[in-house]
């Protein structure tokens, strides 16, 4: 289901003889300005933003006709930050500018969405060697225009599974660890060498001396790569990196397939492309934050946490438990319950959560969430009878049987269950029974 928001900018977002001048939609006021100043990185910059931009126009399964949505950006505190998801939301790109890579203060923060034109995709793959370049977040005034100055209003047809995948993405990096490290070298050597485009295979990448090596199964300390055609947005990139890092979950030999993290390092700036664990999923089906948006123990956890935020460019869970008076792991489930609302991200080079604010209602992922609002049908007609460890759940035409396995996780009699096993998030019955469970458990 699409939600069709109307955005207004002053003016359309370009390269001017002072810089790139980006107009943005919203945020704490009206078109706010988040930095104004120079990337010390231009070139680099560039083609980070143009990476970005380009996964949001871009559908990898079943390619059609380019989107046109417009990646999402954070200004806080010494750090801009552009997102954005594939058209089909199997890969989730983003490119953090580092205070290393601003000349410049963060005169304000928010989120909000940023116009990337044609027009400026043009103008930014013009930027090149040390020319410098301006970025005003926001506009400086409609006076300096050299455009016509009228208001520009766009409908951008936002879909729900934007907000899907951003709340599954924070939940599923969050487990992530860093496994392998290349120069920029290899890094390009090993790009040429992937599969083309079309291929959408189920590879593995093995750390190999100073480059990465692919295999077809899975073993301890790879990371998978499905779909390797997706990384093609970085190699516009390649030539301003220092190092490609890569991060995913543990595997062992006979693992399914996983998501994983591709990111480059020029040391003002990173620019990472998360990719779904198969080309045709996208990760707004994935169902990792169903936990996460079932528990409404958190829900009060949430508030209270979500009121200290700060626009932390990385979030001290430490000392966010100190002043919320609260342990660790209350904070930790806390700050997924606010993911679920796009009010949290999660960076895997900082192996911490940052602050953002997306242009969504807190409640939008849970009523858009087909498993979840079924979930609460059926415990809402006392459709679960636990048994101990184990649970019937009777719908009007069949009767399911869950189990709740030692690990913690739960299997299920149904077909959804029988089909992906686990993989994708658990059944509306799982989901049902973890719900009547005390405490709230954490769902495989």
Not at 188 to 201: G, K, Y
Not at 327 to 343: M, S
Not at 358 to 373: I, S
Request: proline residues 7%; charged residues 20%.
């Amino acid at each position: 289901m699409n939600a069709v928001q109307t955005y207004r900018y002053l003016q359309p977002s370009a390269l001017r003889a002072a810089g790139l001048d980006l107009q943005t939609c919203g945020g704490p006021a009206a078109n706010p300005r988040f930095f104004a100043g120079f990337l010390t990185a231009p070139a680099a910059a560039a083609a980070g933003l143009l990476a970005v931009a380009e996964v949001a126009r871009t559908r990898y399964h079943q390619p059609v006709n380019p989107a046109s949505l417009d990646p999402v950006v954070t200004g806080s505190r010494g750090r801009l930050r552009f997102e954005s998801f594939s058209g089909c939301c199997g890969v989730y790109a983003r490119m953090d500018v580092l205070p290393a890579g601003l000349d410049g203060e963060i005169s304000g923060h928010g989120t909000t969405n940023v116009d990337v034109n044609p027009p400026l995709r043009e103008a930014l793959a013009r930027v090149g060697g040390i020319e410098p370049l301006h970025v005003a977040v926001g506009p400086d005034d409609l006076a300096v225009s050299t455009m016509d100055g009228s208001v520009v209003e766009r409908k951008v047809p936002l879909p729900g599974r934007w907000l899907r995948g951003f709340a599954e993405v924070h939940v599923l990096t969050a487990g992530f660890e860093p496994r392998a490290e290349i120069p920029a070298t290899e890094a390009a050597a090993f790009l040429r060498r992937l599969p083309a485009a079309t291929d959408r295979s189920v590879l593995w990448a093995v750390p190999a001396g100073r480059t990465l090596r692919l295999t077809s199964r899975p073993a301890p300390g790879a990371v998978c790569l499905a779909g390797a055609g997706r990384l093609a947005a970085l190699r516009g990139v390649l030539r301003h990196a220092r190092t490609l890092r890569v991060y995913g979950p543990a595997v062992r030999a006979g693992s399914p397939a996983v998501p994983s993290t591709w990111e480059l390092d020029t040391g003002a700036l990173r620019v990472s492309l998360t990719l779904s664990p198969e080309p045709y999923r996208g990760f707004s089906g994935e169902g990792a934050a169903l936990a996460a948006l079932a528990g409404d123990d958190v829900v009060d956890d949430a508030e209270l946490v979500g009121a200290l935020l700060n626009w932390d460019p990385t979030i001290d869970v430490a000392a966010l438990a100190d002043a919320a008076a609260l342990p660790d792991g209350r904070v930790r489930a806390a700050l997924a319950q606010l993911g679920t609302a796009g009010r949290v991200g999660y960076d895997v080079a900082d192996g911490a959560y940052f602050h953002r604010v997306m242009p969504y209602d807190a409640g939008r992922a849970e009523r858009d969430n087909p498993r979840l609002l079924g979930a609460r049908a059926l415990v809402e007609r006392g459709a679960v009878e636990r048994d101990g460890e184990d649970a019937t759940v009777r719908t009007d035409a069949e009767v399911y049987r869950v189990r709740r396995h030692p690990d913690g996780a739960y299997s299920c009699t149904c077909r959804w269950w029988a089909r992906h096993r686990g993989q994708r998030g658990p059944c509306r019955h799982a989901l049902a029974v973890s719900m009547v469970a005390a405490p709230v458990e954490v769902l495989s």
